[in-house]
């Protein structure tokens, strides 16, 4: 079973978030914590969403978004070194 790990980079830190997760529970931290952001905001809206596959970590996904003028990115990255 597929494992991966997520990554969270903007101006300020680098930071993961989690491993050894399912696609499903990876894709549901990214969705929560870009909820978290779009709380953070004055107009409750994020700019520039943009997603991407990661050609050098396949498989992989990135999300990138700006609010309030800072640049977030997150990445769903294959996490092989993970025990089941």
């Not at 980079?9 to 499903?24: A, D, E, M, Q, Y």
């Not at 931290?29 to 809206?45: A, P, R």
């Not at 596959?53 to 309030?68: D, H, I, R």
Request: aromatic fraction near 10%.
């Amino acid at each position: 079973m597929e494992k991966f790990a997520v990554v969270e980079s903007n101006n300020s830190f680098i930071v993961c978030h989690g491993s050894g997760l399912t696609r499903t529970e990876a894709q549901s931290l990214v969705m929560s914590q870009m909820l978290h952001y779009i709380g953070c905001t004055e107009d409750n809206m994020l700019n520039n969403v943009k997603m991407f596959e990661l050609e050098a970590n396949e498989p992989g996904l990135g999300v990138s978004f700006e609010w309030n003028g800072n640049k977030t990115t997150y990445y769903i990255l294959d996490d092989p070194g993970k025990p089941e």
